[in-house]
């Protein structure tokens, strides 16, 4: 089941305050990114985040799911209709990931 760009516009509405939330198409699904850097992205209609420790310590409950067959467990966000928490999620995140790799 492929993501809806319904949600896609759900989620990214419930980050509008945050600067530079971005996002793209892949493969029917979408990466979500906040300020160059992945945060994670929505599958299956379901918003899931880097499993970092600040959004582990963030989140009240933690359940991890896999965004696809063969990938890495990711943590699931249930507070989608909470704006305040998801734009505070992905702040808590920001400095503890990854910098995007420079293309050659």
Known sequence: MASTKE???FIMGQLSNLEEITYRAMM?????????????GIYD???LVKPVETAIRYMSKVRYELP?????????VDEVDNQ???EGLFQVMYDELP???RKK
């Open 7 to 9: 949600y896609l516009d």
């Open 28 to 40: 029917k699904e979408y990466i979500l990114y906040y300020r160059g850097k992945i945060v994670g």
């Open 45 to 47: 209609d379901r918003l």
């Open 68 to 76: 696809y067959d063969g990938a890495k467990e990711m943590l699931l």
């Open 84 to 86: 305040e928490f998801l």
């Open 99 to 101: 910098n995007q790799k």
